[in-house]
């Protein structure tokens, strides 16, 4: 076995490769800096030691066999891999992180998000510094879990105030407004304003689930005994409210559109409303603290999402600007 090891080096794989473009070893051998003889002889030792035949002898060309075809592709790929790990590796050396996860709330802007990641590969091509991203969506406690337990290094829209975590900074995000609308077939479409708790309990609410596993999960806006249609994302909160399934509150700037185009009613409700304070939370290297206003120690990618996120436009259109929303995978 470590004999195969052995031979299966970066040179022997692009010298199949060489051979199998090039269509003979004598063109191979010239592309290499090679005599013919050298590098058929290295061919046999590295058949020998694989104990397959890579080349069918009775073709007067370099035809593989397909023992020799399988080795190419996966030499191919190997290769892009040995690669890509000096690649990562440069990245690191520079300062730049080889992987930044950011974990997004489902309640805020997917446009403003993706608006953040293209301005990110413009001054980061893929063969850049730059790290790659990994977008993923959690809501209400799920986005706070999710920076804890070490499964992203920025969270978008925490909700509340969560106990201070050691390791962890965080910075105010913003307050998002909401507007409790329902479908104009609902039946509280036609219901005098404003809108008393006991008329609201006697009509489904729709709720976007919290995905935290393990912290306590939130529920925000919902009346005790109330019909509750439970579903996994902002935009399916949407699409249950225009279908007349429930009622509830959605952010203003999602609803806008709808409401303008008469698909939606916008209904004042007696209940006290207090938008959520969100706030934008990230992990701190070991050993360097925690204060918000001391990137020293960071990752270059990181500390670019932290440059965005200082700027009040950017806040406000992660809070705001919701049309042609898509949702995260």
Same mark, same amino acid.
């Given at each position: 076995?470590?004999?195969?090891?052995? #031979?299966? &080096?970066? $040179? !022997? @794989?692009?010298?199949?490769? %060489?051979?199998?473009?090039? *269509?003979?070893?004598?063109?191979? =051998?010239?592309?290499?800096?090679?005599?013919?003889?050298?590098?058929?002889?290295?061919?046999?030792?590295?058949?020998?030691?694989?104990?397959?035949?890579?080349?069918?002898?009775?073709?007067?060309?370099?035809?593989?066999?397909?023992?020799?075809?399988?080795?190419?592709?996966?030499?191919?790929?190997?290769?892009?891999?040995?690669?890509?790990?000096?690649?990562?590796?440069?990245?690191?050396?520079?300062?730049?992180?080889?992987?930044?996860?950011?974990?997004?709330?489902?309640?805020?802007?997917?446009?403003?998000?993706?608006?953040?990641?293209?301005?990110?590969?413009?001054?980061?091509?893929?063969?850049?510094?730059?790290?790659?991203?990994?977008?993923?969506?959690?809501?209400? #406690?799920? &986005?706070? $879990? !999710? @920076?804890?337990?070490?499964? %992203?290094?920025?969270?978008? *829209?925490?909700?509340?105030?969560? =106990?201070?975590?050691?390791?962890?900074?965080?910075?105010?995000?913003?307050?998002?407004?909401?507007?409790?609308?329902?479908?104009?077939?609902?039946?509280?479409?036609?219901?005098?304003?404003?809108?008393?708790?006991?008329?609201?309990?006697?009509?489904?609410?729709?709720?976007?689930?919290?995905?935290?596993?393990?912290?306590?999960?939130?529920?925000?806006?919902?009346?005790?005994?109330?019909?509750?249609?439970?579903?996994?994302?902002?935009?399916?909160?949407?699409?249950?409210?225009?279908?007349?399934?429930?009622?509830?509150?959605?952010?203003?700037?999602?609803?806008?559109?709808?409401?303008?185009?008469?698909?939606?009613?916008?209904?004042?409700?007696?209940?006290?409303?207090?938008?959520?304070?969100?706030?934008?939370?990230?992990?701190?290297?070991?050993?360097?603290?925690?204060?918000?206003?001391?990137?020293?120690?960071?990752?270059?990618?990181?500390?670019?999402?932290?440059?965005?996120?200082?700027?009040?436009?950017?806040?406000?259109?992660?809070?705001?600007?919701?049309?042609?929303?898509?949702?995260?995978?």
């Amino acid at each position: 076995m470590n004999d195969r090891r052995n #031979a299966l &080096t970066p $040179e !022997a @794989l692009a010298m199949i490769e %060489a051979i199998a473009r090039s *269509g003979s070893f004598a063109a191979a =051998a010239r592309e290499l800096g090679k005599v013919p003889s050298a590098l058929t002889y290295s061919v046999r030792q590295l058949e020998q030691a694989l104990d397959v035949l890579l080349f069918d002898r009775r073709s007067r060309q370099a035809q593989l066999t397909p023992a020799g075809q399988e080795l190419l592709a996966e030499g191919q790929r190997l290769l892009q891999a040995i690669d890509a790990v000096a690649h990562r590796v440069r990245r690191v050396a520079s300062g730049w992180e080889p992987q930044l996860s950011i974990v997004v709330d489902s309640i805020l802007s997917s446009p403003t998000v993706f608006d953040l990641c293209e301005a990110f590969y413009a001054i980061n091509p893929p063969a850049g510094p730059g790290p790659r991203l990994r977008l993923r969506s959690e809501v209400l #406690a799920g &986005t706070w $879990e !999710a @920076l804890v337990q070490g499964q %992203a290094d920025l969270a978008l *829209g925490v909700v509340g105030e969560p =106990a201070p975590v050691a390791g962890i900074a965080m910075l105010p995000l913003g307050r998002i407004e909401m507007d409790f609308v329902v479908a104009p077939h609902h039946p509280l479409a036609g219901a005098t304003e404003p809108i008393t708790d006991a008329q609201l309990e006697r009509h489904r609410a729709v709720a976007v689930a919290d995905t935290a596993q393990r912290l306590a999960p939130m529920t925000i806006n919902l009346l005790p005994g109330q019909d509750v249609l439970t579903v996994p994302s902002v935009p399916a909160k949407l699409e249950a409210i225009l279908r007349g399934l429930g009622c509830g509150f959605l952010p203003r700037g999602l609803v806008s559109p709808q409401v303008q185009a008469g698909r939606l009613v916008v209904k004042a409700v007696a209940r006290p409303r207090h938008p959520p304070a969100m706030y934008y939370a990230w992990r701190c290297p070991p050993g360097l603290g925690c204060d918000p206003a001391n990137r020293q120690g960071l990752g270059l990618g990181l500390r670019w999402w932290l440059e965005q996120l200082d700027r009040p436009a950017t806040r406000s259109a992660l809070l705001q600007r919701h049309h042609g929303a898509a949702m995260l995978a």
